[in-house]
């Protein structure tokens, strides 16, 4: 059984907001003055009646009630928006901040990256700045000495070592500072979004270098990112902050899956009793349309296996009209994706209806609307609801060890045939 | 749920404490203020063309300045002593005070960047910046040898060596606590108020006059030399003058004054360094 390695135990932050680090000498003094000499409230920040007993309008819990146990060896990936805490999580854990209220306890060093490059110094060698930073970070001058050629080969900046970091690229820079810190020692290591820094090469190079750390070499880490993907395969438990509070904890695939869920703006379907009140205009008005996932797996997300099926449903008024149905599928950006025709059907007075369905494995990762449009003898336009539906498809890839953005506005599976004959190639000379 | 204490190595709680690191860990982040010292170094001569010179020339070039100003047209006594060597000890040992001063004052303030990113005891940064101030002064004092040496081989001064001596190595430690003194006080009020840079600027500037800095305190008029004596860095200028160029005006109990204020007072402003160092974070 593994044992614990940090304990947290009920911890809170609150930041108030105004009443210290005002900025000049004058309000603190006169707040001080009407707090303890006159025995005032302070003139400039009230409290607020509606906020809740205890809480000034002017604080802010920027933790509240965390608790939770790291094992030894286990990698806790911590996930949530922006604002929710995670990084202040982190800062009290490095010993950075201090806690309002609460305790973390542990065993054995830390090490904290909470930004790549802490410590760098622009005018300074890379020579200068591994040594340097290693020691920032917490090595000794041994460790950063026995660990220099590991680190220069890892960054890759052979022979720019001796030369300042001002003059490197952003890019080589950001390998140097995150290569001093890959090969730190600690026995927990504390990881905030690095990996959004850096080209996609490098991240790759990272994450190995972080699964490494964590397995092979048996260190805790605590990860916060906002790649999904990474958290997922990287920690083996993961934490929900949301306001400060902690959601939820466990399995880090069952943790993601739920945060995703809640991310997802979506509009799956729209549904009109009347005529008089649905969109549409005096030929056409929309009854119905829905966006059904044919989601197999048990946490509903829609991800890019679910095949999806447009369904809609319309009141039509033209007379003995040739009408087709498009289902135009938008990104985000406003890119369109494809336009998808119908076959013309001629058609009463009446309800018509229909639906279509997108495959599975065909559109990639991102969030995309789509927009009917009707149209009377093949080209005449009748009538479009745009933006009727709107819906995100989340990243799936089962065991493949490549964390970007996957490229392309579709992700379609296509049979593909690789094959390998054993015949001898020779290179000629 | 409950676990004995003693299982953990560390614990982090609300509390802040009045003692800061243990020396163990200071120990432990030796290098950390070696390495410091070292870029304090690099930094300051990186990309100039004179590199290290530039420690010895803003000395030489206020003392041409004190010579020609206070020594030719204000005409201030220096009794016995050449002008020069007179207001060279003035100047390096003021200089040194100042920049140590001057330059931790601002620690919080200037190292926000470091100190919200990684932990590491938050003295090591005015620890190193004494350390490097102490190689510049070194430096200098070894120009200052030189111009004795010139002034004994060519000038026919005589300095005849005494135990006060001795009373260099004080001297220079107690400059150097009472500067981390007060640099640790004003770097805690630095942080939160962003006027007090400005006072100290000022009230730096104002010090060095009621400082024997370019005057001899036996030149200083009797109804006003309490006011000197006062200050605690006087009796340090004096002493330091007489254990190198044996002239100065300070008697055993002036020292000890000044020693154990420089003690006391460093002493009190660790603690609050200490104390409000985990709370800055919050603020600066």
Known sequence: MADKIIQVENISK????????????????????????????????????????????????????????VKQGESMGIVGSNGSGKSTLLKIISRIVKPTTGAVRGRGKVSSLLEVGTGFNKELTGRENIYISGYILGMNKAE????????VAFSGIEEFVDTPVKRYSSGMYVRLAFAVAAHLEPDILIVDEVLAVGDADFQKKCLGKMREVSQAEGRTILFVSHNMQAVNTLCDRAIWLNKGQMLEMGPSSAVVNKYIASLQKLQLGQKWETPQEAPGNKFIRFKQVELIPHVEHSDGIIDVRTPLTVKFQFWNMLEEMSLNVGIVLYSYTGDCIFDLLSPALHCHTGMVEGECTIPGNFLNDGSYYITLTIAKEASIPVYNLDECLSFDVEDYRADICYFEKWWGAVRPKFPFRLENHQEVCQLSR | MSVPKDKWDWEITSQTSYWGAGLRELWSFRHLLEGLVKRNFLLRYQQTILGPFWILFPPLLTLVTYVLVFGKLVGISTGTLPPVLFYFAGIILWSFFNDCFTGTATTFRDNVHLFSKVYFPRIIIPLSVIHTQLYNFLIQFLLMLLLVAYYWFFQGLRLSLSITILWFPVVLLATALLALGMGLFFSVLTAKYRDMSYVINLGVRLLMYVTPVIYPLSAVPEKVRWLVQLNPLSPLFEAFRLSLLGEGTVSAWQLAYSILFSAVFFGASLLLFNKQGDKLIDVV
């Open chain 1, 144 to 151: 950063v000495a026995a660990k220099f050629d590991e680190i």
């Open chain 1, 14 to 69: 609150l930041y108030r907001l105004g009443t210290i680090g005002t900025g000049s000498f004058r309000q603190d003094l006169q707040w001080w003055w009407n707090l303890y000499v006159r025995g005032r409230k302070d003139p400039f920040f009230h409290l607020d009646k509606t906020a809740p007993p205890g809480i000034a309008a002017d604080q802010i819990w920027a933790l509240r009630d965390v608790s939770f146990d």
